[in-house]
């Protein structure tokens, strides 16, 4: 089991909630809420971790870390860009269609990335 799986199974029963009252308020199903209990699901997005941060009292700050304790270390990137920590943070709140271009992206620079390796700045 996940920190995150954890921490959200711990949150939700202190609250008193059930899987489904959860999932309803968070907008996922409650298959959704089990699995990520379960640790099946390691890395719900920023909205949904918002929306389960803010129905189950908790702090968004020590959810996204839960979360990130899933990754090796050397797995996450250290950024030092505000301007690009800045357009990230603003994605959440781009409509759907735009972020699913900004995914296509990025994965498609990521795949390059992996197959020809990274260049220098």
Same mark, same amino acid.
């Given at each position: 089991?996940?920190? $995150? !799986?954890?921490? $959200? *199974?711990?949150?939700?029963?202190? @609250?008193?909630?059930?899987?489904?009252?959860?999932?309803? *308020?968070?907008?996922?199903?409650?298959? *959704? %809420?089990?699995?990520?209990?379960?640790?099946?699901?390691?890395?719900?997005?920023?909205?949904?971790? +918002? @929306?389960?941060? +803010?129905? $189950?009292? #908790?702090?968004?700050?020590?959810?996204?870390?839960? #979360?990130?304790? %899933?990754? &090796?270390?050397?797995? %996450? &990137?250290?950024? /030092? /860009? &505000?301007?690009?920590?800045?357009?990230?943070?603003?994605?959440? +709140?781009? &409509?759907?269609?735009?972020?699913?271009?900004?995914?296509?992206? $990025?994965?498609? %620079?990521?795949? !390059?990335h992996q197959k020809?390796?990274?260049?220098? /700045?």
């Amino acid at each position: 089991m996940t920190r $995150l !799986a954890r921490l $959200l *199974y711990q949150l939700r029963k202190a @609250r008193g909630l059930t899987q489904g009252q959860l999932a309803t *308020y968070a907008k996922v199903s409650r298959s *959704y %809420i089990t699995k990520l209990e379960a640790g099946k699901i390691s890395l719900p997005s920023i909205q949904v971790l +918002n @929306r389960l941060a +803010n129905e $189950l009292h #908790a702090n968004r700050e020590e959810l996204l870390k839960a #979360a990130a304790d %899933i990754l &090796p270390a050397d797995e %996450i &990137p250290a950024l /030092d /860009d &505000p301007e690009l920590i800045l357009y990230l943070d603003e994605i959440g +709140n781009f &409509p759907k269609h735009d972020q699913e271009i900004i995914k296509g992206v $990025l994965r498609g %620079i990521r795949e !390059a990335h992996q197959k020809y390796g990274t260049g220098s /700045d």
